[in-house]
């Protein structure tokens, strides 16, 4: 089945405590993206990557690190999250270019306390 | 820059109703895609439509429509006969196709439709 998983879906923290959201498609598609959701705010793109080893900055990417080293996986990390890091956040992923159909995870819901 | 203005935060609407959410964008580049996308309350996130900037046809499939204008740079979505199950988060979207790949939401309608 094609699909984008991400682990955890639900995470509760600290402020301080690095943590990685992983996120992994099985479809081999090249662009892969985070965002994170709040409301009101709608989705905001935190960075992108065209293909392995290429990425770039979205709209919020302060506070936030991505790597990608495998075609197939774009993981999220909080080297020292706080508190306004507490979102819904999204991956997603489509095929060639960031203006295809996204293909989105289930999401995961972090709180940072 | 980029920007996309749905100025509908709530909507309520009997069941059977027709309903159009609105959505504004505004963009530096000559070519970019509009994007609708649902939120059903389970929360994952659903393609509904992707339109390129010089396709303006008015495209229909099933009980939905979207109406695009260049000339009001407006992208609006009709549900006719609207079900509880349409009751959803809907996001409209843009892309640039010349200025880097990023992606920028609208934040979203809200739709309840009551039975």
């Known amino acids: 089945e094609a699909q984008v998983t991400q682990n955890p879906r639900y995470l509760i923290t600290v402020t301080g405590k690095k943590l990685t959201v992983t996120c992994s498609q099985n479809m081999n598609h090249e662009y892969m993206s985070w965002y994170r959701q709040d409301p009101g705010l709608g989705l905001r793109q935190i960075y992108y990557s065209m293909n392995v080893e290429v990425t770039d900055k979205g709209d919020v990417p302060e506070g936030y690190k991505v790597s990608r080293k495998e075609k197939r996986n774009f993981p999220l990390i909080l080297e020292s999250p706080s508190p306004n890091q507490t979102s819904l956040y999204f991956c997603?992923?489509?095929?060639?270019?960031?203006?295809?159909?996204?293909?989105f995870g289930p999401g995961t819901r972090l709180t940072v306390l | 820059a980029q920007k996309v203005t749905q100025a509908q935060t709530e909507i309520s609407v009997v069941e059977k109703e027709d309903v159009t959410l609105d959505c504004v964008y505004e963009t530096r580049d000559t070519t970019y895609y509009l994007f609708w996308y649902k939120q059903p309350p389970s929360g994952e996130l659903v393609f509904l439509i992707r339109r390129n900037s010089f396709d303006e046809q008015n495209e229909i499939s099933g009980r939905y429509s979207w109406n695009f204008q260049k000339s009001t740079s407006s992208f609006n979505f009709t549900i006719t006969a609207s079900q509880v199950v349409d009751s959803a988060v809907y996001f409209c979207a843009l892309s640039e196709a010349n200025y880097g790949q990023n992606f920028v939401f609208g934040p979203g309608t809200r739709l309840s439709v009551l039975p």
């Open positions: 997603a992923s489509s095929t060639w270019t960031g203006y295809n159909e996204q293909f």
